[in-house]
Nanobody
Framework: QVQLVESGGGLVQPGGSLRLSCAASGSIFSSNAMGWYRQAPRKQREWVATCTRGGTTKYADSVKGRFTISRDNAKNTVYLQMLSLKPEDTAVYYC???????WGQGTQVTVSS
């Protein structure tokens, strides 16, 4: 059974930063790319970033240059460092192994003055 626990969200002013963490249980973490996704109110969930087992990363255009995804395979944890946050980054953020329909409870990020 796969468990995903996201944390690190909160309320931050525009231009601020947050670091999200996602702890994964089970062997699926070590054998798969991991992704971050987000869902804003009244919008569909969207992909944010992906990190392969070897550390290769990809980003959505909307976050490129501001967000950094990384992973610690020894800790079964994936991170999302978010800088220069904008109000449009407000959403619930989720992590998930790429290609699987496993989701945690998410962590709320609110960017507002």
């Amino acid at each position: 059974q796969v468990q995903l626990v996201e944390s690190g969200g909160g309320l931050v002013q525009p231009g601020g930063s947050l670091r999200l963490s996602c702890a994964a249980s089970g062997s699926i973490f070590s054998s798969n790319a991991m992704g971050w996704y987000r869902q804003a109110p009244r919008k569909q969930r969207e992909w944010v970033a992906t990190c392969t087992r070897g550390g290769t990363t990809k980003y959505a255009d909307s976050v490129k240059g501001r967000f950094t995804i990384s992973r610690d395979n020894a800790k079964n944890t994936v991170y999302l460092q978010m800088l220069s946050l904008k109000p449009e980054d407000t959403a619930v953020y989720y992590c998930s192994p790429v290609g699987y329909d496993y989701w945690g409870q998410g962590t709320q990020v609110t960017v507002s003055s």
